[in-house]
């Protein structure tokens, strides 16, 4: 019996609700949302703390959660990019399980020196107000380990629904505690313990599902973990150059003009952060695919990925920059209100910037996929030398934050310039190439999406 032809009504409707199901399921959407989310929910969860905790208990809880994100990034450092560039094509177990033992390792180590710290340098600890950091990090360092490892395993794999659950896992118990001090007030322990619990909750749960991959531990070696030592070294020191970049500024600025300044000149920048989103969710679903091509040796495929990506969110991004170039004023007074009127220029400035920023970002991660983590380093630390001497120059000179915000561009391009002269080296560094590959791919997007329809 022959089948009944199918209406085109239906078939057209099947072939769009398929089209939307593709859209909503693909890794760059499920990374942007996990950015997104963790974004926003990090956003309220600050807004909803400072009117929950005292100014000097939220001091205290900022200084806790600064420490333990500069010693996260020593254990990240150290492993997530060289587990990606490594694990990425192979799926093999001894990577993972190599990638356990260093993580375990460094963990005890930094652990074990923050515990000794606490009686050795016990003054100097209350004075800097660490003594709940002290405290309780060890904990807190061991119990996210899991949750850790977990998230660079699941991104290594290109299962960024995985990440997103994670995330939701760990962020979502904690941003309701948070709204619970509303109602009863608590302390900073209290918030910190519920920490604790939470980053215990996600990293059972990240286990108990088997994302983690804890049982290669049994399958790590030393060869693979000197390889991932060898290459980790390089870009642990990429991320520490980083957060010397972004904080030379701040330090300078506070020796030369004072906190007000600081504030006139941090404000913008942090909203210009926001439009980093789409970047690093660009950057988390680019890394895994530019690893895995450079494990082949297809620098073609590698410089289609990179010339596309970069492209496609240095468009996707303009919209919002001359956004922010045309209401810069009204940004500023919503943000801050009419003491921050003098940051417009500023935020104009750090607009102007960020759209310098992909270029930058993708020529970084794809040194570092095609196994040159010490060439990124040399970039980011050329790029620190160059922001620390301009900065002092210009503040010798002028004695004000605005042309501060004028050498992180030409920092920038230093360092653009010097990625691209190695890049070069590797297939053909073309700017012309990024802008025609963004825009198609940009174009093509933005027709596909206009033409979906769920009914």
């Known amino acids: 019996m022959s089948q009944a032809p199918v209406h085109p009504y ?39 703390l400072t009117r929950v905790l005292s100014s000097a208990n939220m001091g205290e809880w900022l200084v806790y959660v600064t420490a333990f994100t500069f010693a996260d990034m020593l254990r990240s450092g150290l492993i997530h990019v060289a587990l990606i560039q490594r694990y990425t094509k192979s799926k093999d177990p001894s990577v993972s399980g190599s990638a356990w033992v260093i993580s375990l390792g460094v963990t005890a180590v930094i652990s074990f020196v923050c515990y000794c710290s606490s009686y050795i340098f016990t003054d100097s600890i209350r004075q800097l107000h660490l003594s709940t950091f002290v405290h309780y990090f060890p904990v807190l360092f061991f119990v996210s380990l899991p949750y850790n490892i ?15 659950y994670l995330r939701l896992f760990m962020s979502t118990p904690l941003f309701i505690v948070v709204v619970c001090g ?20 996600a990293s059972a749960a990240a286990i108990t599902l088997r994302w983690t991959r804890v049982r290669s531990i049994f399958k790590a ?7 991932l030592l060898q290459f980790g070294k390089y870009s642990t020191g990429t991320l520490i150059c980083n957060n010397l970049l972004k904080s030379s500024d701040t330090i300078l600025i506070s020796f030369y003009l004072g906190p007000s300044a600081v504030a006139a000149y941090n404000l913008p920048y942090k909203l210009i952060e926001l439009i980093e989103i789409p970047l690093r969710s660009a950057v ?43 209401s810069a004023n009204e940004f500023m007074l919503l943000a801050g209100g009419k003491q921050y009127a003098m940051s417009a220029n500023i935020f104009r400035i750090f607009a102007l910037y960020s759209l310098l920023l992909p270029l930058d970002r993708f020529i970084g991660i794809t040194l570092d996929s095609i196994g040159k983590p010490q060439l990124n380093l040399l970039k980011v630390s050329l790029m620190v030398v160059m922001n620390v001497t301009s900065n002092i120059i210009v503040l010798e000179l002028f004695n004000s934050v605005l042309p501060v915000a004028v ?3 030409f920092t920038i391009c230093c360092g653009i310039l010097f990625g691209a002269f190695i890049l070069n080296k590797i297939f053909p560094f073309s700017g012309k190439a990024i802008f025609t590959s963004g825009l198609y791919l940009f174009t093509n997007r933005i027709y596909k999406l206009k033409h979906v329809k769920v009914s």
């Not at 977990?150 to 997103?164: G, T």
């Not at 070696?221 to 390889?227: A, F, G, L, Q, V």
């Open 284 to 326: 988390a679903t680019s890394l895994p695919q530019l690893s895995r091509y450079s494990q082949e040796k297809n620098f073609v495929k590698v410089q289609q990925i990179f010339n596309q990506h970069t492209g496609l969110v240095s468009m996707a991004i303009m919209p919002l920059v001359i956004l922010c170039l045309l």
């Open 182 to 201: 509303l109602i009863s007030p608590f302390r900073v322990q209290d918030l910190i313990e519920a920490q604790i619990i939470c980053y215990a909750i």
């Open 221 to 227: 070696n030393k060869e693979t973990i000197r390889d």
């Open 407 to 409: 050498t992180t561009i």
């Open 150 to 164: 977990a998230l660079w395993i699941q991104q290594a794999e290109n299962r960024f629904a995985s990440v997103l």
């Open 10 to 48: 239906f078939k057209a409707r099947s072939i769009n609700c398929y089209s939307v199901k593709r859209i909503f399921t693909s890794q760059h959407f499920l990374s942007l949302t996990g950015n997104v989310l963790a974004s926003l929910i990090g956003f309220m969860s600050l807004l909803v």
